[in-house]
C-alpha cells in the first residue's frame, strides 16, 4: 500500500484549532514567550510530519520498488535455479527500510520530550538547571518520568521496543520489556513489521505529543504546584493514559 498523507495545511490545521482554544493565545503576537512557545510546535511537527512524509511516501516505496526490481533481474539470471533459495532475502530491505523508521520516529520523541522540558524551563523561568533536572522532579512530584513513561502508553512502548530490537539486536525481537501486542512475534526472525503499522504509530505519536503538552505546560505555568494540586494532576495524568491506550488497539 502507498500512502499519500494529506497537504501541510490539512495537517497543521488540526494543531491549531486546538492550540487556538489556550487562554490569552491573541498574547502570542506581542509576548515574546507565547512566541517561542508557537516557534517550539511549529518546528516539532513540522519535524514529526517530514520524517512521516520521508518513510511513507519515498523511502518504503523506493525500497519496495528496489525489491520488485532486484527479484526480476534474479529470475532472469542464469543461475537462478541456484539462487532462487536466496530471493527472501531480497525482501530484507523492504522490511528493513520499515524498522529504520521506528529508529528516526522514536529519535524525534527523545528530541521533543528533552525540547518540551528546555522551552517550558525558558518561557516560566523555572528554577532546573537542565531539563533532566525538571524531568527528575517531574518524577519525585507527581510520578510521572517523562524519560520512561513509554512503558506506560501502549504505542509509544511499541515504537520504543522496536527501535531498541533495531538497535541492540539486529533487527530480532529485544526480550527484554517485550509489548503483550508482540508477544507472538517469532523470536528466530527479523521483525517484519507492516507498513500500515508504521502508519498507525506515527499517527499515535501526534497523540502523544498533544497528550504531553496537556501535561507539562500546565504544569509549568502554575509552578510550584501545593500538594493538592499534585494530585489533581496525577489524575489527570492517569486519564490522559488511560484515554491514549483505550482507542489504541494493534497486535503486531
Known amino acids: 500500500m502507498t500512502y499519500k498523507i494529506k497537504n501541510i495545511d490539512n495537517y497543521f490545521d488540526k494543531f491549531i484549532d486546538e492550540f487556538m482554544k489556550i487562554p490569552n493565545i491573541e498574547l502570542i503576537k506581542t509576548d515574546e514567550y507565547a512566541k ?7 518546528d516539532e511537527f513540522s519535524s514529526l510530519y517530514d520524517i512521516k512524509i520521508l ?12 525489491v520488485e526490481n532486484s527479484k526480476k533481474e534474479y529470475r532472469k539470471s542464469k543461475y537462478y535455479s541456484d539462487i532462487k533459495k536466496l530471493l527472501h532475502y531480497v525482501d530484507e530491505s523492504y522490511y528493513e527500510t520499515i524498522r529504520l523508521g521506528y529508529v528516526a520516529l522514536f529519535h524525534r520523541y527523545e528530541s521533543f520530550i528533552h525540547n518540551l522540558l528546555k522551552v ?7 528554577p532546573f ?7 527528575k522532579y517531574l518524577k519525585e512530584e507527581i510520578k510521572f518520568n517523562l524519560f520512561r513513561n513509554y512503558r506506560i502508553i501502549k504505542p509509544l512502548h511499541e515504537i520504543n521496543w522496536i527501535c531498541n530490537s533495531v538497535k541492540h539486536c539486529d533487527g530480532y525481537p529485544n526480550p527484554k520489556n517485550k509489548p503483550n501486542s508482540c508477544k507472538k512475534i517469532p523470536i528466530n526472525e527479523k521483525l517484519k513489521i507492516s507498513e500500515d503499522t508504521l502508519k498507525k ?11 504531553l503538552l496537556q501535561i507539562i505546560n500546565p504544569f509549568a505555568f502554575s509552578y510550584p504546584l501545593p500538594k493538592t494540586e499534585n494530585n489533581k494532576l496525577k489524575i489527570k495524568i492517569t486519564k490522559f493514559i488511560e484515554l491514549v491506550n483505550k482507542h489504541y488497539n494493534n497486535d503486531l
Open 36 to 42: 517561542i512557545q508557537h516557534k517550539f510546535l511549529i
Open 55 to 66: 518513510f511513507l511516501e519515498h523511502y518504503i516505496p523506493a525500497a519496495k520498488k528496489h
Open 120 to 126: 517550558n524551563i525558558k518561557i516560566y523561568e523555572l
Open 129 to 135: 538547571k537542565d531539563e533532566k533536572e525538571f524531568d
Open 201 to 211: 504509530h506515527f499517527d499515535s505519536m501526534e497523540g502523544i505529543y498533544q497528550l
